[in-house]
């Protein structure tokens, strides 16, 4: 599969999702080589249920989650389990990317004992992954953030009567009143997750159109150094994380989008 090496473990239950999964993969691993080749093996644990999942992911009440990935390995939710009909190899495969996505940044980015330390933000790795896979159709557009950053940041209400003058120090504040999509998504993650994917999407679109392919590639080879997410980012893109963060509130809240 393009080089990458894989390895499915499922009950006999699943024996037809296993197929599909292995059917799948075909398709997927390719794709995600846009950011560099899968350098370890990803073990990849069909599990039976809903509850498995979140149990092995550690992640309870995430209704929504439907698979989970870290450096070399994906947990993921049985497709027989989706819904009555089970789910289509297409939504199998955007999924799949997606996670593998994931392992290819985390691999790329360090090894098995440092990459969890190296600060990437999850704007940066959802966004990669929901951009591989496609899926921008599958959440929010721009306006759907616009309009929550209306709602949340300090100053950015019409309530002032100088609409553009309060959104514009809205624009400036670091974060929303509480929980901000891009820059501090923990709070809103859970409740949320559609604006925190679409806002993700968004900032890593945002980012390839202005720096280009080379500016993601270069991050990751700095990280792939020793540096962590912030000094990476700096060094390939020539701002900090936080200061691109900002370029893009503005981009969303002033409706660059528009025009």
Not at 187 to 193: D, F, G, H, L, N
């Amino acid at each position: 599969m393009g080089g990458a090496r894989f390895s499915v473990r499922w009950s006999p239950s699943d024996d037809r999702a296993a197929r599909q999964v292995l059917r799948v993969l075909e398709g997927a691993a390719p794709r995600v080589q846009r950011w560099g080749a899968l350098r370890q093996p990803v073990t990849l644990t069909i599990h039976p249920s809903h509850e498995a999942l979140e149990d092995a992911a550690q992640r309870p009440g995430y209704a929504w989650l439907r698979a989970w990935a870290r450096y070399q390995t994906i947990d993921l939710q049985s497709p027989r389990t989706w819904g009555i009909f089970g789910v289509s190899d297409r939504k199998l495969e955007e999924l799949l990317t997606h996670e593998l996505t994931h392992c290819a940044i985390y691999q790329l980015a360090g090894d098995d004992l440092t990459w969890m330390f190296k600060e990437i933000p999850r704007w940066f790795s959802e966004g990669l992954a929901t951009v591989t896979a496609a899926q921008g159709y599958r959440f929010p557009g721009v306006e759907a953030l616009w309009r929550f950053y209306d709602r949340t940041l300090p100053g950015s209400g019409s309530g002032s009567g100088f609409g553009e003058p309060s959104r514009g120090h809205g624009a400036r504040s670091p974060v929303a009143t509480y929980g901000d999509p891009i820059v501090d998504s923990d709070p809103i993650y859970q409740e949320q997750s559609d604006i925190v994917y679409g806002a993700a999407y968004h900032a890593a679109d945002f980012l390839i159109a202005r720096y280009g392919e080379a500016g993601v590639h270069g991050v990751l080879e700095q990280m792939g150094q020793g540096k962590r997410f912030p000094a990476a980012f700096r060094e390939a893109i020539g701002i900090t994380d936080a200061e691109f963060a900002a370029d893009f509130r503005r981009y969303v809240v002033w409706q660059g989008w528009r025009r």
